[in-house]
């Protein structure tokens, strides 16, 4: 469901986070994988998003909430069986029926602050009303970009071959109110590596514009005339920080919110 942008970390020099939904026992829960040193991992154990893979974990020792795990990189099988979005998404939200109302980002919140380590830590939320969507060029990225880039280096950043990872190149934020009647508003980040890799393909030299174009036009205003969902995490030494990891938007009506109990 969510692959977040690479981000480099001292004790295991690059960090992908993969995030989504455990089927191998029932009921189905939320997982967390990592560290994955995805872009070095073999074309064959590298795996797309919805894709179904098979793989050996174990629970993180110095990570106690409750979804993360770790992986065995070299156990990673992906089945090539992708959940198509096909339909209106229906296959995917069969999937995560149990999921629609299970929270939302204020509950969320407040239990994480009472429970730093035991508290759930990914769900997929509804917000009830987007206030704010900022999009703007991060200056880290800017600064680097200027500073010259290998053209080669460009092209294989998000291909097989393994090179140093930049800072992501825009920064996208949802400010929003969530399905709580006393939601005083939440902005969060958006650290989708779909994002990130979009903005990254679509920069032209020393002019963003046309990766600023497409995020506005694929991330944002194609959303309009979509039933938003947000699935969220929150990060390991700050438990009540809260971010975007991917976007969920079936077709509106797909999903029955009448038949929930949360936002009855």
């Known amino acids: 469901m969510a692959k977040t942008y690479p981000t480099h970390s001292r004790e295991y020099n690059e ?4 995030a989504g939904l455990r089927i191998d026992k029932i009921p189905y829960t939320f997982i ?4 994955i040193p995805f872009r070095q991992l073999e074309r064959e154990s590298q795996y797309s998003k919805w894709e179904i893979i098979n793989v050996r ?4 020792d110095n990570d106690h909430r409750p979804e993360s795990y770790e992986v065995e990189p070299r156990s990673i099988h992906p089945t090539g069986n992708i959940i198509r979005p096909n339909d209106g998404w229906r296959d ?4 995560l029926k149990d999921f629609f109302a299970q929270t939302d980002s204020c509950t969320l919140l407040r239990n ?4 730093k380590t035991g508290a759930q830590s990914l769900a ?7 206030e704010k969507v900022t999009l703007e060029i991060n200056p880290d990225y800017r600064k680097a970009h200027e500073k010259g880039v290998d053209e080669e280096e460009v092209l294989t950043l998000f291909g097989p071959e393994f090179h140093r990872v930049y800072p992501s190149p825009v920064s996208l934020k949802y400010k929003y109110y969530c399905q709580d009647a006393n939601c005083r508003s939440h902005t969060q980040s958006v650290i989708d590596w779909e ?9 032209v030299g020393e002019d963003p514009r046309e990766a600023l174009e497409f995020i506005q036009d694929r991330f944002i205003e194609h959303f309009k005339d979509r039933d938003l969902w947000f699935f969220v995490g929150n990060v390991h030494k700050r438990p009540a920080d809260f971010m975007i990891l991917s976007f969920f938007y079936p077709k509106r009506g797909v999903i029955n919110l009448e038949q929930s109990t949360l936002f009855a």
């Open 15 to 18: 960090l992908v986070c993969t």
């Open 32 to 35: 967390r994988l990592y560290p």
């Open 57 to 60: 974990i174990r629970k993180r």
């Open 92 to 95: 995917r939200c069969s999937y």
């Open 112 to 115: 994480a602050k009472v429970n």
């Open 124 to 130: 997929l939320v509804k917000p009830r009303k987007i």
């Open 195 to 203: 994002v990130q890799a979009a903005a990254y393909k679509r920069w």
